[in-house]
């Protein structure tokens, strides 16, 4: 990059999967797999599968026939960008935004949860509440931040996040760790910018990212100052270092036999930042340990960010639902009433979803500045809910699958094996089922519900938004407790020791 906020890899405007493959292929990355340095993430069986996926959605939402349901006019150009950045200024605009991401979501059946439009949302919820940023003086740094969020805009980026230090020992604070630069932060300030170094977990889809968001939503304490910043990083930035977990995708034996780990596999990765040059105008939060916090739930990134992992639930909520009902009716056991009675428990957990979905967006209010933010309460509930139902409903299909799901041919290869073939085509079919759609099936259920793949997202689902018990504390700040204490005290002045009432 030589202007601040130009890219030579970024065309300017909306992108089509060529162009967002052709920005990632070869342009210096440096990904770590298996205990090879990948050239090309997407040619390389680990990650190949995965890039084509991300490329469909970049087709999407530049296709010029989902123009209304994926775009709006940028401000600043005039041109289409994407809704996932849109500032809304109605609730009607944010229905709109809900419409293009769950099209996106629809791509993946809610299975990829750090597609552009996760972190999208958060720098949105930067952009509409620049004067958090700017306070105590930090005006610069605020311009900073709407800047930015202009140039990914317009750029049509892809921005992943790190925001979250590496484990190491979690009970010393960012500058008591050993050394002290393990947890990624400013080592260095030069005129024209600042050196990173360090890690932070746990970049989904960094791999896959034109540039990665470094924070820390993770409390921090005095003396942690230096890693108290906020700022982007292009994914091809000397220095970076992406150490992908294994490729779920790069272990499916087929796409017939892992559909989902195969194509979705977004991946988690350590990232590093090995003495990372990031220069002034790509800072926005810078040594301030009260607005490092305070950008998350002080402006309505938090809330704009994770709105969209919400819709995103509810896609994959309607297909386990969906997946349940197919797997019991294939089986024969739809019809009876207790079945119906575990479907209807799986159903009832995506309706009840999408209810506070839809709540939060229905009481959705403007900010200061005009900007519509979809209802705190509801939208935490939804969150504590996520954590918690999600295990539930695995649990449930698994219970509604029974054996079937493991009593599967090893491979879509056995099919070729004439006698293997045989006895499959016989023995693994049901009633208008031919073992081939059955194995289908239940190969796609396994791969939702008890794969390696399945099992990280059992993980992704309790943790992607925070430990569970932060969610719920996160959740108690933004109820409102005014009913329920004034019925307390309504209750306890309305009679005293001596019987009267
Ligand atoms: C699949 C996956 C994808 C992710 N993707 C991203 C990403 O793209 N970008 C990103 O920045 N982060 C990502 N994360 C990281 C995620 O944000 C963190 O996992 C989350 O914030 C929790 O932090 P932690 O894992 O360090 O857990 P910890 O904070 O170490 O907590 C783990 C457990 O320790 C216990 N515990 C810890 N502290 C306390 C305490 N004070 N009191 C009581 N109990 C405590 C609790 O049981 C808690 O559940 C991802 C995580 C997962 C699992």
New binding site residues.
């Given amino acids: 990059m030589s202007e601040p906020y130009t890219d030579e890899r970024l065309p300017g405007g909306l992108r089509t999967g060529q162009q967002y493959l052709d920005a990632i292929a070869k342009d210096g990355r440096r990904v770590f797999v298996d205990g090879d340095e990948v050239g090309d993430v997407t040619a390389h069986p680990a990650f190949a599968e995965t890039a084509r996926t991300m490329a469909s959605l970049f087709d999407i939402s530049s296709d010029p026939a989902n123009r209304d349901l994926m775009t709006y006019t940028s401000p600043t150009t005039g041109k289409p960008v994407n809704r996932i950045w849109q500032l809304p200024t109605s609730v009607d605009e944010l229905r709109q935004r809900r419409g293009a991401i769950q099209r996106w979501a629809e791509e993946s059946f809610g299975f990829m949860?750090?597609t552009p439009d996760?972190v999208a949302g958060f720098f949105a919820g930067y952009a509409a509440a620049p004067e958090v940023l700017a306070r105590d003086g930090n005006e610069k740094f605020a311009d900073n931040a709407v800047k930015i969020y202009e140039f990914l805009r317009d750029n049509d980026v892809y921005i992943?996040?790190?925001?979250?230090?590496?484990?190491i020992d979690?009970s010393k604070p960012a500058h008591q760790q050993n050394p002290p630069d393990l947890y990624a932060g400013v080592v260095e300030e030069r005129d024209d910018g600042v050196i990173i170094k360090g890690a932070?977990?746990?970049?989904?889809?960094?791999v896959f990212a034109d540039y990665i968001h470094l924070s820390s939503?993770?409390p921090l304490r005095p003396g942690d100052e230096n890693h108290a910043v906020s700022l982007i990083v292009p994914a091809n930035a000397p220095g970076v270092k992406i150490h992908s977990r294994r490729s779920y995708s790069g272990a499916a034996s087929s796409i017939f036999d892992y559909p989902l780990a195969s194509r979705f596999d977004e991946t988690?990765a350590l990232v590093v930042y090995d003495n990372v040059f990031v220069p002034w105008e790509h800072i926005f939060v810078y040594k301030d340990t009260e607005l490092c916090r305070d950008q998350w739930f002080e402006t309505p990134a938090h809330i704009l960010g994770n709105n969209q992992a919400q819709i995103r639930f509810v896609t994959k909520l309607k297909f386990l639902t969906g997946l349940a009902k197919r797997i019991t009716e294939m089986n024969g056991v739809w019809p009876i009433p207790p079945v119906q009675g575990s479907i209807a428990e799986i159903a009832v957990q995506s309706a009840m979803y999408e209810g506070l979905l839809e709540a939060q967006i229905a009481n959705a209010k403007p900010n200061a500045n005009g900007i519509y933010i979809p209802d705190a309460q509801t939208h935490y509930a939804a969150m504590v809910l996520q954590s918690k139902i999600y295990p539930e409903l695995l649990n449930m299909i698994r219970d509604l699958a029974g054996g079937g799901m493991i009593q599967l041919p090893s491979s879509v290869a056995d099919f070729d094996n004439p006698e293997a073939g045989e006895d499959i085509r016989r023995y693994v079919q049901s009633p208008d089922v031919p073992a081939e759609d059955r194995v289908k099936l239940l190969k796609l259920a396994w791969d939702a519900v008890g794969s390696e793949f399945a099992g990280?997202?059992d993980?992704?689902e309790?943790?992607?938004?925070?430990?569970?018990?932060?969610v719920k504390q996160r959740f108690l700040w933004n109820f409102d407790f005014e009913t329920p204490d004034r019925l307390i005290d309504k209750a306890l002045s309305g009679y005293d020791m001596t019987g009267r009432r």
């Fill in positions: 949860g750090r996760h992943a996040y790190t925001i979250v230090p590496p484990q979690r932070q977990m746990l970049g989904t889809g960094a939503i993770h988690d990280r997202h993980q992704y309790k943790f992607y938004a925070g430990a569970p018990f932060i």
